[in-house]
Nanobody, 125 residues
Framework: QVQLVESGGGLVQAGGSLRLSCAAS????????MGWFRQAPGKEREFVAA????????YYTDSVKGRFTISTDNAKNTVYLQMNSLQPEDTAVYSC??????????????????WGQGTQVTVSS
C-alpha cells in the first residue's frame, strides 16, 4: 500500500516562502516520477513541477520557473517543493503524486497513480 503525505502548507504574505514536503511509504521503488499539482477554487488541476526518481530530471510549469524548486531525498522517500516569491495567484491546494513507469511526459496527471490528500497554500496580497 502506497501512501503520500504532504505537509508544509499555510498562510504567507506575497513575496514570502514555503517549503512543502511529501513523504512516501510503500513500494516507492516502482515510481519513475513524482510531481506536484495544484488546484485553485473554480479551476482545473494544474501541473506545477515533477522530478525523476534519480533527481536528475526536473520539470516546471512556466509560471513557477525561477521561483519554485523541486528536490528529492531518496533516503527519506521524500520530495520537496521550495516555493519562493509567492504570489496570490499561487493560492491553491497542492497535492503530490507518484506515477509508475509511463511513456508520456510527467506534466500529464493521468499516469499518476498515487495522490496525497493535499495541503492548502494561501498567499495574501
Amino acid at each position: 500500500q502506497v501512501q503520500l503525505v504532504e505537509s508544509g502548507g499555510g498562510l504567507v504574505q506575497a513575496g514570502g516562502s514555503l517549503r512543502l514536503s511529501c513523504a512516501a511509504s510503500g513500494v516507492t521503488f516502482s515510481f519513475d516520477y513524482m510531481g506536484w499539482f495544484r488546484q485553485a477554487p473554480g479551476k482545473e488541476r494544474e501541473f506545477v513541477a515533477a522530478i525523476s526518481r534519480s533527481g536528475g530530471r526536473t520539470y516546471y510549469t512556466d509560471s513557477v520557473k525561477g521561483r519554485f524548486t523541486i528536490s528529492t531525498d531518496n533516503a527519506k522517500n521524500t520530495v520537496y517543493l521550495q516555493m519562493n516569491s509567492l504570489q496570490p495567484e499561487d493560492t491553491a491546494v497542492y497535492s503530490c503524486a507518484a506515477r509508475l513507469w509511463a511513456t508520456s511526459g510527467p506534466q500529464t496527471p493521468g499516469p499518476y497513480k498515487y495522490w496525497g490528500q493535499g495541503t492548502q497554500v494561501t498567499v495574501s496580497s
